[in-house]
């Protein structure tokens, strides 16, 4: 006996809505995802404002790179590429 093949159809517009809907979630988990360390940044350039921290080009780029490390260290495939 032989097997029966099924044509399968493929609704394009059906199937587009999907994976648009697909990418909006993936970006929203993303942003989800990556709040803690946006808020690190944001505090750290809070406190420069203030003066806690000397303004140093330097110290922001040694910041901002490890911020970035840990992101990506902690959320993997799922963190932000900037």
């Known amino acids: 006996m032989q097997p029966v093949l099924i044509p399968i159809v493929f609704d394009t517009r059906a199937s587009t809505d999907m994976a648009k809907h697909v990418c909006e979630v993936t970006g929203l988990a993303m942003e989800v995802l990556g709040l803690p360390f946006d808020m690190a940044r944001a ?3 809070r406190a420069v404002q203030i003066g806690l921290i000397e303004r140093s080009m330097l110290a922001s780029r040694d910041f901002s790179r490890t911020v970035g490390v840990m992101e990506k260290l902690t959320l993997g495939p799922w ?4």
């Open 43 to 45: 505090q750290y350039a």
């Open 79 to 82: 963190a932000r590429h900037v």
